[in-house]
């Protein structure tokens, strides 16, 4: 093999790896900032306020674009790959409002957007910070990409995505399915005042006989109760089915998907809830996580828990297992069912 041959094969095997490294990087990373984001501009649904870019120091030099594409045009595959990179940034037509818990639009919230998108140099994207209109509408167009995701929006006074509110995420063939008709609509909540709560973590452990059990849960004097059953017949790691029961006796409590968990409904309360977890039911698992609203005996007391449910088996089949809560509780004992919470007007325990 003469020299030039080597050299050319080399070549092949190198830039070869680097593009394989590349979309490997590229699958993996949502939010890496590209160092060319788009021109700032006005749109008829809200504003772009502020461009940040994060990308390549001036220190660290790069292979210019011009000599990476020379590079590519010697190698098929990698030619391939590239042409195929490029099909893959889609133009984006993204509508979303922001309405708060009563239906009503919500002006002027900052809402910072993401956007992956297939480049030669510097895997990555842009980030972008827009304001929504009087009627709470925001529009993300004449942009392309792959991946775009709302990473915070944001009002004084309100409650919306960032904190404990996950950001969300879209790809980009979806988002066509929306219009400025039909548009993605995120939920605020409107802050009011905040009272007085109860707040603590509990991490209890409870046999697995079925019986009811007691949590200790300030202002439920003893009514608050769970029951874990756990299938014996086997060891761990051998997944067993499992049961466990929720309930408060004279009050209720009441299962929510709610994203903002402010104010606890007046009625819809069980006086029992229960979730049977079999191996034969596709998302078995010994992990369960809920949400619920709490009312105490004859209403004088709301409240609201985040709590895990675990299922933990022996490891020898001569020992039982048990069930577990790992809980958060907000607790309003005056009545009331603002559940709003502020750190300091927390109430605490008497020890």
Do not use: C
Not at 2 to 8: A, G, H, T, V
């Amino acid at each position: 093999m003469s020299n030039q041959s080597k050299i050319l094969q080399f070549v092949v095997i190198f830039f070869s790896g680097i593009v394989v490294l590349y979309f490997f990087f590229q699958s993996t990373s949502l939010e890496q900032v590209s160092a060319q984001p788009i021109n700032q501009k006005t749109t008829e649904r809200g504003a772009i306020t502020e461009n940040k870019q994060l990308g390549r120091s001036e220190s660290d030099p790069a292979p210019s674009e011009s000599q990476l594409l020379q590079m590519i045009e010697r190698v098929p595959k990698a030619k391939g790959m590239y042409e195929a990179g490029k099909l893959s940034n889609l133009d984006i037509e993204f509508y979303g409002k922001v309405i708060d818990q009563h239906g009503n639009p919500v002006a002027g919230a900052r809402v910072g957007v993401s956007l992956l998108r297939w480049r030669i140099l510097d895997a990555g994207g842009e980030f972008h910070e827009f304001t929504t209109d009087s009627e709470g509408y925001f529009d993300v167009s004449g942009v392309s990409g792959q991946v775009l995701t709302i990473t915070s929006i944001s009002k004084n006074g309100y409650e919306i995505i960032g904190g404990h509110q996950q950001s969300q995420t879209f790809r980009v063939e979806g988002i066509k399915k929306k219009n400025e008709s039909n548009p993605y609509i995120f939920h605020a909540w409107k802050k009011t005042e905040a009272q007085h709560l109860f707040y603590g973590e509990i991490f209890q452990k409870f046999s697995q006989d079925g019986q009811y059990h007691n949590i200790e849960i300030p202002g439920f004097n003893k009514t608050m109760k769970v029951a874990f059953t756990i299938d014996s017949n086997g060891t761990s790691p051998n997944p067993l089915d499992w049961t466990v029961r929720f309930k408060v006796d004279g009050g209720g409590v009441s299962e929510s998907t709610e994203a903002f968990m402010n104010e606890a409904p007046e009625s819809n309360y069980l006086r029992v809830w229960n979730a049977e977890h079999r191996k034969e039911i596709a998302g078995f698992g010994k992990r369960d996580k809920r949400k619920f609203y709490l009312k105490g005996l004859n209403g004088n007391i709301y409240g609201r828990m985040e709590v895990e449910f675990i299922a933990y088996y022996s490891r020898k089949p001569t020992l039982n297992g048990v069930g577990v809560i790992d809980a958060k509780y907000w607790i309003n004992p005056n009545g009331s069912r603002n559940l709003q919470y502020d750190p300091s007007k927390r109430i605490l325990l008497k020890k």
